[in-house]
């Protein structure tokens, strides 16, 4: 019985091309696998729709709160920081946190401000109010209210601005609207209580 030889015989620059080729897959994965762990370490959900912020005199030893309620209800404060969509960024306490340790060194944060973002769109109402927390300059507190909105690009939609002259004042400053694409729209600022607080003045 005759067996037929096959013929193994390759072009070695075939040879040449194919093992260069896998080198630089072999690298591709490589690569790959070192970039990853640094991306998802620096990986930050920072997704905004709106971001509302209020500020008051910088150095000021006043503690002025933000509190905003969603369409569903939900209230966001620096007693709830996260409440659906809505998340407080940033409480500021007038002085009592503007120190910041970095390193060794305490640096000075003078600006007063506190940030809610939101994060997602739910259609309806909401109510944007600010409250006089502590009042230790005995002076009035003027207060500035913005709200950007983020997507496609950053726009100022809406400001407004208020003076609380004493301790538990608590003022709407605004109200609006949003659709299920984000549209804004501003309401009447009829005014509302969103603290569970016993109010002075509002």
Not at 110 to 135: D, M, W
Not at 175 to 182: A, K, P, Q, V, W
Request: cysteine-free; glycine content about 4%; hydrophobic content about 40%.
């Amino acid at each position: 019985m005759k067996f037929k030889t096959l013929n193994t015989s390759t072009d070695p620059f075939t040879d040449l091309l194919f093992n260069i080729l896998l080198g630089f897959v072999f690298l591709f994965f490589i690569t790959i696998l070192f970039i990853n762990p640094i991306s998802k370490l620096g990986n930050i959900n920072m997704k905004a729709e709106f971001i509302i912020t209020i500020d008051w005199p910088d150095n000021l030893p006043d503690d002025v709160d933000i509190w905003v309620k969603d369409p569903n209800g939900e209230v966001v404060s620096y007693l709830k920081k996260e409440a659906g969509w809505l998340h407080l960024d940033r409480d500021d306490q007038g002085t009592t946190n503007d120190t910041v340790l970095i390193g060794t060194r305490e640096v000075i944060y003078p600006i007063n401000r506190e940030v809610v973002t939101l994060r997602g769109i739910i259609p309806g109402e909401y109510t944007v109010n600010v409250y006089l927390y502590s009042h230790n300059s005995n002076e009035p507190v003027d207060v500035n209210l913005t709200i950007e909105k983020v997507n496609p690009t950053l726009k100022l939609v809406y400001f407004n601005d208020a003076s609380l002259i004493k301790k538990d004042v608590e003022l709407t400053l605004a109200r609006f609207n949003l659709d299920s694409l984000g549209k804004y729209t501003p309401l009447r600022n009829s005014q509302t209580i969103l603290t569970p607080y016993k109010l002075e003045g509002l």
